[in-house]
């Protein structure tokens, strides 16, 4: 069971918000900017006031939710995305993607006002039309990623490694490639990686088992980490303290939502804090048993159009 089912809401809120990778206290959270305020909100969305305090924070994640694993979305799920955003609600994206693979999803939604959460949190944007690209990144936790870099090389040698470094540039050992980088990963040696400032810190294996995965995490003691485990192992790390939940619980405060007016969608591990932040958590019908758990609701699976069903249920 889940620890956040042993607390009430917003108890579970709380603890969502300080959750996160830690590792023996050598990581930092470095915050840029602070986010907009609420009278530049009122100002750029003018179907708020038809709501009349019945506006909705939607927090969505990506792979796993808005699209299947082929990076897929359905007709069904985009379309009730998009009536969301445009009933005014928001509609925010929170996934462990990297900025310049979030930013097609935020367009194919039609999200051009508002925030979206990149790097399982590292990274906040805020959008509108009229900025450089269409958005500004006004958060950014950064974190020194050594300890655990030489913590893991030791105990996982043939695992691949990847960074987003402060300046949104992927370093990689052997060429590794991933879609949710949305840039193409630098080469370098294991050294440089360790030199480096870092946003997230990604680390797959194909030679490992999943349970040889895990053991090497619980042998050095990164904890609370988020981490997927499929036929292959992959973990993403962030600075300590850092999740979806904590980038979008201070969003919420400066948007002067109330919790119970909060909704989260999402599939994965890297979810399970923001599931237990919202005021309604929905669970994907293929979520691992976890995630489920700390869920209020499970809809569809993914191929099912799950997503779409619950945003339905907001208009």
Known sequence: ???????NKPVARVLAAFGGVCFTGTMTTLTETSVAGNDDRRNTEPNNSALNGRQLMVALDVDGTL???DGHMSPAVRESA???VEAGHEVMIATGRSLNATLPIIEKIGVERGYAVCCNGGVTLRL???LDGGYEIIHKATFDPAPALRALRERLPSAKYA???ADGNFLSTERFQDASFGVEAIGVDFQ???EATAVRVVVFSTENTPEEFNEAIDHIGLAGVTYSVGWTAWLDIAAAGVTKASALENLRLQLGIDPSRTVAVGDGRNDIEMLGWAGRGVAMGQAPEEVIAIADEVTHSVYDDGAAHVLRSLL
Request: charged content about 25%; hydrophobic content about 45%; glycine content about 0%.
């Open 67 to 69: 699209v299947d694993h």
């Open 128 to 130: 509108h039309p009229e």
């Open 163 to 165: 960074l987003e470094d």
């Open 1 to 7: 069971m889940s620890i956040y089912r042993l607390f």
């Open 192 to 194: 440089t990686m360790l």
């Open 82 to 84: 998009q009536a969301v």
